[in-house]
């Protein structure tokens, strides 16, 4: 399976900062990565699609204009909380998509804590 | 919109025990994974099921995916502690590529 990597494993950031996380696929070309977010004692939320060399798409619900996605090349995606809130506090999951398949591969994780 | 129930949302056992836990769809799976996942790091593929009637093993776990492929279980023989983690069940609908995915079980394994 690909090989999935995010920067940083956790950051703390004061309220109305910017954040930004990384998704690297080290070993696979990925047209399509995705971001999800998991609360404390759940389960992952699909919060959009990243397509590279395309804007991503939003799940329903998800404020595009708060939370940034860029997928400039077949390797990286980068997710950027604006202006983040304690309620965005959470853990944020990327994972790319097998070729032609439904098989994903996770990367570990972004613990994300806004004071 | 599919809804994916997993049960139970809780569990904890001695280690050296078996268990099931269960995963139901309210529409029939595209494909079912399951997936587990550790504290602080992001979830890990065991297997994908396609075919109703399917069953697949993987070491001490046993995976079956019901005939008419809206429900599926997951059975482990003998727990060992390494096996604690949350337990998701996901549905990858075609053609958008998304995962839709269970509220989990939780699963603790005492020594």
């Known amino acids: 399976g690909a090989v999935v990597s995010q920067h940083p494993s956790r950051v703390i950031c004061k309220s109305g900062t910017s954040v930004k996380i990384e998704c690297r696929s080290l070993d696979f070309q990925a047209t399509t990565m995705f971001w999800y977010r998991q609360f404390p004692k759940q389960s992952l939320m699909l919060m959009a699609t990243s397509n590279e060399g395309s804007k991503a798409t939003y799940e329903q619900g998800v404020e595009k204009d708060k939370f940034l996605i860029n997928h400039a090349s077949l390797t990286l995606s980068t997710l950027t909380v604006t202006s983040a809130h304690p309620e965005d506090s959470s853990f944020y999951i990327c994972s790319v998509s097998s070729g032609g398949g439904e098989t994903q591969y996770f990367g570990p994780g972004t613990r994300l804590l806004v004071l | 919109t599919q809804l994916l129930k997993q049960s139970p949302q809780f569990l904890s056992i001695q280690e050296g025990e078996n268990l099931t836990v269960y995963c139901n769809s309210s529409?029939?799976?595209?494909?079912l994974q399951w997936y587990r996942q550790e504290p602080g790091e992001g979830p890990v593929l065991l297997v994908t099921v396609v075919t109703g009637g399917e069953v697949k093993k993987l070491k001490r776990l046993t995976f079956q995916f019901g005939d008419a492929r809206k429900d599926s279980s997951l059975h482990i023989t003998a727990a060992q502690p390494g096996d604690t983690g949350l337990y998701l069940c996901?549905?990858?609908?075609?053609?958008?590529?998304?995962?839709?995915f269970g509220q989990g079980t939780r699963l603790t394994i005492n020594p």
């Open positions: 529409s029939v799976f595209s494909s």
């Open positions: 996901a549905d990858g609908r075609g053609g958008a590529q998304k995962l839709v």
